[in-house]
């Protein structure tokens, strides 16, 4: 069965930190590996997009990483600020029928 | 960008009625639908797989008599929750996949379900 994790769960920091979130998961035949945010009570904003050829992706203060080999990725957000509030969602490919895996989200609040 | 809207955004009813909620693609045509049930801080849990002009495939353990998924065209997907009960209150959201971009799924801003 296919399995998503992410760790932490929850994470506050003071504005302006730099962050790692972290998101692991058991298929080692990954497709692609997509990052989201979700604000409160809302749908899905697609962040990044990693594809399974690719190592990492940026989008401004983004960056997502992807390792196949020890099927991790990784979602740094570079001088955080208040406005990145949200939770973040990792999710894997299940190749096939483009199914998405979600972990459960990390829940970031950043203050100032 | 690529625009996924859901109706109506939050439903309150009582236990025993049916809810109907619609997903639209409003600039592209989507042959591929998902539907994704949340509880509160959990994942996003995939129910159904919804294709144009066929019937929906359903995941393991989601009752496909309990939710009807209706794919009538390219740009509308239904899920009807028939007989509600306070358990199935929860956050229904629908995704589609742009034929031109198979690989990116744009989701919609989700229903909010209560079920009395």
């Known amino acids: 069965k296919q399995e998503v994790t992410q760790i932490p769960a929850a994470l506050s920091v003071p504005e302006g930190e730099n962050l790692v979130l972290n998101c692991s998961f058991t298929?080692?035949?990954?497709?692609?590996l997509q990052w989201f945010r979700q604000d409160p009570g809302k749908g899905l904003t697609s962040l990044l997009l990693?594809?399974?050829?690719?190592r990492e992706q940026t989008s401004g203060r983004l960056n997502a990483s992807l390792d196949k080999s020890s099927g991790r990725s990784t979602l740094y957000i570079a001088a955080s600020q208040p406005g990145d509030s949200a939770t973040y969602l990792c999710?894997?490919?299940?190749?096939?029928?483009?199914?998405?895996?979600f972990g459960a989200g990390t829940r970031l609040a950043v203050h100032p | 960008g690529a625009v996924v809207s859901q109706h109506p955004s939050r439903v309150i009813c009582k236990s025993g009625t049916s809810v109907k909620i619609e997903c639209r693609s409003l600039?592209?045509?989507?042959?591929?639908m998902f539907w994704y049930r949340q509880f509160p801080k959990k994942s996003l849990m995939l129910m159904a797989t919804?294709?144009?002009?066929?019937?929906?495939?359903?995941e393991q353990g989601v009752e496909k008599d309990k939710f009807l998924i209706n794919h009538a065209s390219l740009t509308l997907s239904t899920l009807t929750v028939t007989s509600a009960h306070p358990e199935d209150s929860s956050f229904y959201i629908c995704?589609?996949?742009?034929?031109?971009?198979?690989?990116?799924?744009?989701f919609g801003p989700g229903t909010r379900l209560l079920v009395l």
């Open positions: 600039d592209f045509q989507a042959t591929t």
């Open positions: 999710a894997q490919f299940s190749g096939g029928y483009n199914k998405l895996i």
């Open positions: 919804s294709n144009e002009g066929s019937k929906a495939t359903y």
């Open positions: 990693i594809q399974s050829s690719q």
């Open positions: 298929d080692s035949a990954i497709y692609n």
């Open positions: 995704s589609a996949l742009n034929g031109s971009s198979q690989e990116t799924q744009y």
